[in-house]
T-cell receptor
Framework: SQTIHQWPATLVQPVGSPLSLECTVE??????LYWYRQAAGRGLQLLFY??????ISSEVPQNLSASRPQDRQFILSSKKLLLSDSGFYLC???????????????FGPGTRLTVL | GDSVTQMEGPVTLSEEAFLTINCTYT??????LFWYVQYPGEGLQLLLK?????DKGSNKGFEATYRKETTSFHLEKGSVQVSDSAVYFC???????????FGSGTRLQVQP
């Protein structure tokens, strides 16, 4: 069966510090990978998605970036954190894109980031 | 653009009460519809889904029917338990789109 891991689970960082959040998926090959952010009391916003190694698409402009150095590894980064970057970051995966609407996305446990 | 509207919470119910959480959507074509649940401190779990009109998704006693004519996907459960306390998200995936569009979530609190 497939599993998705995220770490760290919780992170408190000062404004202006760098960020690196990691997500890995086990039990599947060539998954589509996603980073979402959930701000306090709000829904989820898609930040990035990736259909393969080195292929990253950004949904919203921001000071975050994403990378996919390996097939089942997805990293979210920032060079300098802002207060507004605080939130709950969720990684998700779905099976290889087939163009249909039935593919389900499966979420990791999330990382709660607080920027002070 | 695509959007999902959920009823605002929190919804507070007594154990064994009937639950309805309303969800309506706006999207072109024929989106797939999902309900996800988020328990305190955890990530999202898929609860159920429906991929075409009149489909009924069901899981763990929860049900939702894809109503194309009213663009709705309301979540229902006949008898809630304390363990159902969580935040529930309605989401859609538009035809040809990779990303999910989420509603803002509805917090459910079930009291013993």
């Amino acid at each position: 069966s497939q599993t998705i891991h995220q770490w760290p689970a919780t992170l408190v960082q000062p404004v202006g510090s760098p960020l690196s959040l990691e997500c890995t998926v086990e039990g599947t090959s060539n998954p589509n990978l996603y980073w979402y952010r959930q701000a306090a009391g709000r829904g989820l916003q898609l930040l990035f998605y990736s259909v393969g190694i080195g292929q990253i698409s950004s949904e919203v402009p921001q000071n975050l970036s994403a990378s996919r150095p390996q097939d089942r590894q997805f990293i979210l980064s920032s060079k300098k954190l802002l207060l507004s970057d605080s939130g709950f970051y969720l990684c998700a995966w779905s099976p290889t894109w087939t163009g249909g609407g039935t593919d389900t996305q499966y979420f990791g446990p999330g990382t709660r980031l607080t920027v002070l | 653009g695509d959007s999902v509207t959920q009823m605002e919470g929190p919804v507070t119910l007594s154990e064994e009460a009937f639950l309805t959480i309303n969800c309506t959507y706006t999207a072109t074509g024929y989106p797939s519809l999902f309900w996800y649940v988020q328990y305190p401190g955890e990530g999202l779990q898929l609860l159920l889904k429906a991929t075409k009109a009149d489909d009924k998704g069901s899981n763990k006693g929860f049900e939702a029917t894809y109503r194309k004519e009213t663009t709705s996907f309301h979540l229902e459960k006949g008898s809630v338990q304390v363990s159902d306390s969580a935040v529930y998200f309605c989401a859609l995936r538009a035809t040809g789109r990779r990303a999910l569009t989420f509603g803002s979530g509805t917090r459910l609190q079930v009291q013993p």
